[in-house]
């Protein structure tokens, strides 16, 4: 396994942007296709973006779709998730994911996680 960790969360008034990264230890990070979920209280974790393990495919849920952009830097073992015009509607915790498939993972996809870092969006 790989471990994760998160960095980048805040608060941000509705409409900037944030920045989220992941940082990864261990093991081949350019063999593991990457993933952001987020998950509110109450409801169930959520896709928001994925990544091939080259970078060159990507994936996005229709709510985040031209707003964020997910990257990832293989020699660094580095991915990241660039959110703008953030919305209070965004407000959650962000994990980082190890996923088997960047095309719509499913959380039952999943084989690492990371601690989660929060983001909130004040109304």
């Known amino acids: 396994q790989v471990p994760l960790v998160e960095s980048g969360g805040g608060l941000v008034q509705a409409g900037g942007s944030l920045r989220l990264s992941c940082a990864a230890s261990g093991g081949d990070f350019s063999r593991n296709a990457m993933a952001w979920f987020r998950q509110t209280p109450g409801k169930e974790r959520e896709l928001v973006a994925a990544i091939s393990r080259s970078g060159g495919g990507t994936y996005y849920a229709e709510s985040v779709e031209g707003r964020f952009t997910i990257f990832r830097d293989n020699a660094k073992n580095t991915m990241s998730l660039q959110m703008n015009s953030l919305k209070p509607e965004d407000t959650a915790v962000y994990y980082c994911?190890?996923?088997?498939?960047?095309?719509?993972?499913?959380?039952?996809?999943?084989?690492?996680w990371g601690q989660g870092t929060q983001v909130t969006v004040p109304s």
């Open positions: 994911a190890v996923t088997l498939s960047w095309r719509d993972p499913g959380i039952e996809l999943v084989s690492v």
